[in-house]
């Protein structure tokens, strides 16, 4: 069975910046894309940036310039770093690994709250 741990998460003022991160542990999983998500209180669940195993990323437009995300294969480990952090920015941050043929592996998410 495979666990993601998300670690990183916390209280920030405005404009500051997080660090988030998530390592894969268990059974060995295939991995096809990583990725972040979130979900606000009484918003439904978003994708916030992915990246694949070439390394390709794709990010939401509310974070473009703002979020970066990063893997370590050898370690299957995402990372989102979070600059510039927004009030609307507070929500659970989800990890997730895609695997293919519709298996998704989740994390138990992690609070981000950023004051203003």
């Known amino acids: 069975q495979v666990q993601l741990v998300e670690s990183g998460g916390g209280l920030v003022q405005a404009g500051g910046s997080l660090r988030l991160s998530c390592a894969a542990s268990?059974?060995?999983?295939?991995?096809?894309?990583m990725g972040w998500y979130r979900q606000a209180p009484g918003k439904q669940r978003e994708v916030v940036a992915t990246?694949?195993?070439?390394?390709?990323?794709v990010y939401a437009d509310s974070v473009k310039g703002r979020f970066t995300i990063s893997r370590d294969s050898a370690k299957d480990t995402v990372y989102l770093q979070m600059n510039s952090l927004k009030p609307e920015d507070t929500a659970v941050y989800y990890c997730?690994?895609?695997?293919?043929?519709?298996?998704?592996?989740w994390g138990q998410g992690t609070q981000v709250t950023v004051s203003s």
């Open positions: 997730n690994i895609y695997s293919g043929y519709d298996v998704n592996h």
């Open positions: 268990g059974s060995r999983v295939s991995i096809r894309v």
């Open positions: 990246i694949t195993t070439g390394g390709g990323t």
